[in-house]
């Protein structure tokens, strides 16, 4: 069973489902040519899917064009169904920096095709998790400015603040669709700057001084 990882801490927490969130950064969007929608974009991805920092992210050989898009991550730490603000905001136990590894040219395909994106986003070590700081330990400003390096370039630099929807927005929403539980975790979106990753490049991501990861890609 994959667990989350508590910064400074012996705590782990099982992780249930991992819900992501596609569209949440405007600029982003017209990187790829994509309509802005008028709800979150939502999709799931496995727990099997999950790496650490330090392990490797498998290149699949049914793919050539690998892209990073890194992302803050949420963990929940309560049961929540149709939840207002407030309580959407409560549930929210800690924060973590994620990579949601997406195999664009897969995408591509059953984009045209109307298909879903599952073959493109589920595949093994395609969610990439820091350890997470407990909110109770940070209090997140949405001021901070999360971060990507491939072979220590800069690619992805942004202000979480330009997220079209805001932690507790996409909580309060989701949960109007499903329950989500104790364990789960939402990827909250990727801003503009997402590329192509080879064999061998070394991957840095992190939310400021906060919290950080690095893998290599293999």
């Known amino acids: 069973m994959r667990t989350v990882k508590i910064k400074n801490s012996a705590k782990e927490f099982p992780i249930g489902k991992i819900i992501c969130v596609g569209r949440n950064y405007v600029e982003h969007i017209q990187e790829l040519g994509s309509e802005i929608?008028?709800?979150?974009?939502?999709?799931?991805?496995?727990?099997?899917?999950?790496?650490?920092?330090?392990?490797?992210?498998?290149?699949?050989?049914?793919?050539?064009?690998?892209?990073?898009?890194?992302?803050?991550?949420?963990?929940?730490?309560?049961?929540?169904?149709n939840a207002d603000l407030q309580t959407a905001e409560n549930s929210i136990a800690a924060y973590g920096v994620g990579l949601d590894m997406t195999l664009r040219d897969v995408q591509n395909e059953l984009k045209k095709k109307g298909h879903p994106w599952t073959i493109a986003k589920c595949f093994d070590t395609s969610a990439v998790l820091s350890d997470f700081i407990l909110k109770s330990d940070y209090k997140l400003s949405l001021n901070e400015e999360i971060y990507l390096k491939v072979n220590d370039e800069i690619k992805q630099k942004d202000s979480i603040a330009k997220m079209m929807f805001k932690p507790a927005e996409l909580i309060q929403y989701i949960s109007s669709l499903m329950t989500i539980e104790a364990g789960d975790l939402i990827f909250t979106g990727t801003p503009k700057g997402v590329g192509k990753v080879n064999k061998g490049d070394k991957l840095e991501a992190g939310l400021e001084n906060i919290i950080s990861l690095k893998c290599n890609v293999e």
């Open 37 to 81: 929608p008028e709800k979150p974009v939502i999709f799931l991805k496995p727990a099997t899917a999950v790496i650490y920092s330090g392990d490797k992210i498998k290149y699949p050989d049914f793919s050539q064009d690998m892209h990073h898009e890194v992302e803050l991550v949420l963990l929940i730490g309560s049961t929540i169904k």
